[in-house]
């Protein structure tokens, strides 16, 4: 009796989990459809000829798929002269940990339902034609490392709950031209892997904050064409890791130090 109970026990949760399954798959897929439906320009027809109920959701052009779960875990549609704006049902996509539809013409706002992508670790929305302020919701994304906002229109403060992200490794939000805000004093201890942060071309202001050199792997810090003001940090001249440093065309003012000690330094541009 024991062991029939255990047996009924087991197929119900391999149907439970069949159906589970198969709700999430549509899931994904109806999202998908749902981003499709939104872009009004597909010059080369990729979505149209590709993306249909004929084809399965795991073989559809840029996009890949867990091999345990067979959920949605990357979507990579780059460069493909894709217009309008991007649907807020990506925000279902919930096994996704790689997201780069850099290089189109989308436009409008970043929906707030990209913070609900738990899993993301790519962010690649550069070159496009995206307007508005970034949301805050994506200091919820706890797993990102690569954040890519640049060339777009987007304008307003930053929110400082990008900037403590710990996982982050690489920031790009250069040449917005509108964006706006300061460095925090905590960037260092609260992005200990940052590698690479690029803000040029913005309207960023106040000072620098002291304790740069704990940024201990960072590579290139690129702060040209803002409005960055007062004293440079003594300790920006003791960065070990620095290969690139870029902060002309703002309003810094002092002297520069006679002892520098950047010894990994190729690019230095006052």
């Given amino acids: 009796m024991v062991a029939r109970t255990m047996i009924i ?70 460069s493909f002269g894709f217009r309008d704006s991007i649907a807020t049902d990506i925000g279902n996509l919930s096994f996704l940990n790689f997201l780069d539809i850099g290089n189109n013409s989308f436009h409008g ?25 970034i949301p805050q919701s994506l200091g919820f994304l706890t797993r990102l490392q690569f954040l890519h906002l640049s060339e777009n229109r987007l304008f307003g403060n930053v929110p400082l709950s990008i900037f403590s992200v710990s996982s982050l490794k690489d920031i790009d939000l250069s040449r917005n031209y509108e964006l706006t805000g300061s460095l925090p004093n905590e960037i260092c201890t609260n992005l200990p892997v940052l590698e690479y942060i690029s803000l040029q ?31 440079l940090p003594r300790d920006m001249w003791n960065m070990s890791k620095v290969q690139e440093l870029f902060i002309g065309w703002n309003n810094f003012i002092g002297d520069i130090p006679n002892e520098i000690n950047l ?8």
């Avoid at 981003?35 to 795991?58: E, Q, V, Y």
């Avoid at 990209?114 to 307007?131: E, S």
């Avoid at 010894?263 to 006052?270: D, E, F, G």
């Fill in 109 to 133: 706002q970043i929906p707030d339902e990209i913070g609900r992508l738990r899993r993301l670790k790519y962010l690649y929305l550069q070159m496009n034609n995206l307007t508005g302020q």
């Fill in 263 to 270: 010894p990994s330094i190729r690019k230095l541009s006052l």
């Fill in 9 to 78: 026990a087991f197929l119900v949760l391999l149907t439970y989990l069949s159906v589970t399954n198969a709700s999430n798959i549509t899931t994904d897929e109806a999202s998908l459809l749902a981003f499709k439906a939104h872009i009004t320009s597909d010059p080369n027809g990729m979505l149209s000829k590709n993306w249909t109920k004929r084809t399965h959701i795991c073989n559809w052009i840029g996009i890949s798929c867990s091999k345990k779960h067979q959920r949605v875990t990357s979507l990579v549609l780059k």
């Fill in 201 to 231: 071309d913005n309207q960023f202001v106040g000072e620098l904050p002291s304790g740069l050199n704990i940024c201990t792997k960072l590579e290139v810090l690129s702060l040209s064409y803002n409005k960055f003001t007062g004293n």
